[in-house]
C-alpha cells in the first residue's frame, strides 16, 4: 500500500527469536531474527548499516526503545491511547504527573492547522482537534495515576 503524505505507526519488537514488524498496530511480517540479543551494534533510525548515504526521505516521529517485547495489543495501545492513563500520560514516563501537566499547559492554542500539529495531537485527550483546557483538566484529574 502507498503511505504518501500520511502519519503511519510502524513499530518492530524482538522476541528472542523472531522480528516481528507492525504497521498501524497489525502484524505486517515475521521473520526469525537470525542474531543474538547479546550482540553490540549501533541503532540506525532511518539509515541501514550497509548503505551509509541511503537515508528514509520522510519524517521520523515519537521514537521509542522498550528494554522488553510488546505485544500486539501493547502496541495498539501505544499508537491509539484509549483514554485515562495513556491519553494523557504525554510524556510517555509511565504515569500521569506534574510534566506532562506542564507540556499541556504549554501546548494550549495548538491545534489540527498548526503545521507541527504531528508534535503535539497526542496531548490532545479530548481528541477535539485542539490542545485547551479541557485536556489540561483532563491530565489534572489524573495525575499520580501510574499507567
Known amino acids: 500500500p502507498s503511505y ?3 502519519w503511519i505507526h510502524v513499530a518492530g519488537t524482538y522476541d528472542g ?3 516481528r514488524l507492525y504497521v498501524n498496530g497489525q502484524l505486517n511480517d515475521t521473520v526469525p531474527a537470525g542474531l543474538s540479543a547479546n550482540t553490540v551494534n549501533d541503532v540506525l533510525i532511518g539509515n541501514r548499516p550497509s548503505a551509509m548515504d541511503d537515508y528514509f526521505d520522510g519524517r ?3 521514537v521509542r526503545i522498550y528494554n522488553k517485547f510488546l505485544t500486539e495489543e501493547e502496541i495498539r495501545n501505544i499508537m491509539n491511547p ?4 495513556e491519553a494523557n500520560d504525554v510524556n510517555s514516563d509511565g504515569a500521569v504527573n ?5 507540556m499541556v499547559i504549554f501546548a494550549q492554542g495548538r491545534n489540527q492547522s498548526d503545521p507541527y500539529w504531528h508534535a503535539y495531537d497526542h496531548m ?3 481528541g477535539d482537534g485542539m490542545i485547551n483546557l479541557d485536556d489540561v483538566n483532563s491530565v489534572m484529574n489524573l495525575i499520580g ?3
Do not use: H
Open 60 to 62: 521520523i516521529d515519537e
Open 98 to 102: 506534574i510534566m506532562d501537566l506542564v
Open 82 to 85: 484509549e483514554s485515562g492513563c
Open 145 to 147: 495515576q501510574v499507567c
Open 124 to 126: 490532545d485527550a479530548s
Open 17 to 19: 527469536s523472531d522480528l
Open 4 to 6: 504518501a503524505g500520511e
